[in-house]
Each structure stands twice: as C-alpha cells, then as structure tokens.
C-alpha cells in the first residue's frame, strides 16, 4: 500500500482560517479547478519518518523549504484517498509567499500514443484559500483533512475563550 505524507499550511485572515493548496500540473488536471487541488505530499520512502517526509515533499513539490513555525506541528492523521493510497498530514501555521514556488517535475508521453515524453510540473501554481473554498477545490480523499484543521482550531480557539 503507498504511504504519502503531506503538510498543510494555514494562516488566519481577518478570522478566517486560509490555507495553502497546489494545483495539480500536467495535461489531465490543467482545466480542471473543482479536484485539481492537493495539499503538498508525496511518498514516504521506506523507512523514513512520516512527518520527515511530509517537510520533504513540501520542499520538493513547492521548490521552497517549509517555513518555519512557533508552535508544533499538529498531527491530521491518515486518510485514504479513492485509490486506495493512504495520506497522512501534518498542520502548521505560517506564512508563505505562493508566488515564489517552482516545482519538481514529471515525465510523462504527451499526447497520448505520441512517443514524445514530455516534462510537466508535479504542481502549476498555489494559492491560499479559506477552508470552506478550498474543501470544493481539494481532492475529496483530502476533505477529511481540512475538516480536522477546522475541528482543532475550533477546539483550540473555545479553550482560549474559557474562564
């Protein structure tokens, strides 16, 4: 079973929580917006640490290193995807500035029967987008994700409220 690992960038907007998403790059998903977005992930290789792998991909599928943050990591747990790949994703808040990211890239034959490999971009851009939109964008395996953020940053902000 492949083991991905991803980490989720958030950031708070006049008290809306925005968080940071990749567009798929290659032919398939080009005009495709609603499902065409991913938190950045990748493979875990054998034996590395999930969480190890997560800040790896970052750096590799967004071409900068994450940025750094004040508090821990939050732990999103594992979903699985409709594939059947599992990912597990981990939450930081921070800033980060989308126009800045150069992804890694992939080879892939286009157009289809051609015999021409061509390179694309595991990811053609970024955005930060409030939760609610980006649950509409995001592949739905991913969904669940999104949903625990919201859950924790709820949780967090009533037990900062409380007396």
Request: aromatic share 6%.
């Amino acid at each position: 079973m492949k083991q991905s690992a991803g980490l989720v960038l958030y950031r708070f907007r006049d008290d809306v929580v925005e968080v940071l998403l990749g567009h798929m790059g290659g032919p398939l998903w080009a005009r495709k917006d609603a499902g065409g977005w991913t938190i950045p992930k990748g493979e875990v290789e054998p034996g590395e640490d999930g969480h190890a792998a997560a800040l790896r991909e970052f750096a590799e599928e967004l071409g900068v290193p994450a940025p750094t943050a004040e508090a821990p990591d939050l732990d999103l747990g594992t979903v699985r995807q409709r594939a059947g790949k599992l990912v597990a994703a981990w939450a930081r808040e921070a800033e980060l500035d989308v126009t800045t990211i150069s992804s890694n890239t992939f080879a892939l034959e286009w157009p289809p029967r051609s015999g021409r490999m061509q390179e694309f971009p595991e990811l053609d851009r970024a955005g930060w987008f409030p939760l609610s939109r980006a649950r509409g964008l995001v592949v739905a395996g991913q969904v669940p994700l999104l949903d625990r953020l919201e859950e924790h940053l709820a949780d967090a902000r009533d037990r900062a409220v409380e007396p």
